[in-house]
């Protein structure tokens, strides 16, 4: 199965930070941000989009997390983090077909099921760090270089990626999703 990788450029630290902070200045503002009903238009059943909403206000007061709410916490986490930075692009990948490159398993799988959080089937989230981007940065650069098809065509947005990170010396945070 095909899915989306998503990717910000935003301080994990921050986004931690976020996970019991009582916030409600920020809370509001992702509430009311524009961005939740473009988010979760996936659909209403049995309250979709309020459980959404009762997610974000969960992951502000730092729980209790309920393990049948788990892939709504990654959703609210992925409009956390519209807010906190940039978006920086996006894009397909299936697990498991032996030529996902590292970086994207990285920001497809280094959160999931991490505490606080439970783990889910459907979604997911990772990142990588600042640090480890400025380090890859050269290396997909040269590679992408001598071969623009590099990593089946993964090389350049990953190289983009890596670089931009540096430049604005933020993570990258990656969510996933069918």
């Not at 979760?40 to 969960?58: P, V, W």
């Amino acid at each position: 199965m095909s899915r989306i990788l998503h990717v910000y450029l935003v301080d994990l630290a921050e986004l931690e930070a976020v996970v019991g902070s009582k916030d409600d200045g920020l809370l509001n503002q992702v509430l009311a941000g524009g961005r939740l009903s473009v988010t979760f238009q996936i659909s209403d059943q049995e309250g979709h989009i309020e459980r959404n909403k009762d997610s974000l206000r969960t992951i502000f007061a730092g729980g209790p997390f309920d393990e049948d709410s788990a892939e709504h916490y990654v959703e609210a986490l992925e409009l956390i983090c519209r807010q906190l930075g940039p978006y920086v692009g996006d894009v397909n990948f299936r697990f498991g077909n032996g030529s996902l490159p590292s970086v994207i398993e990285d920001l497809a799988t280094a959160m999931t099921g991490k505490a606080p959080f439970p783990m889910t089937e459907w979604n997911g989230w990772g990142f990588m760090s600042k640090k480890a981007c400025a380090k890859e940065v050269r290396q997909y650069e040269r590679r992408v270089a001598k071969d623009p098809d590099y990593l089946n065509g993964y090389g350049e947005p990953i190289a983009d990626w890596l670089r931009e990170s540096k430049t604005a010396k933020k993570d990258l945070i990656g969510f996933w999703g069918g």
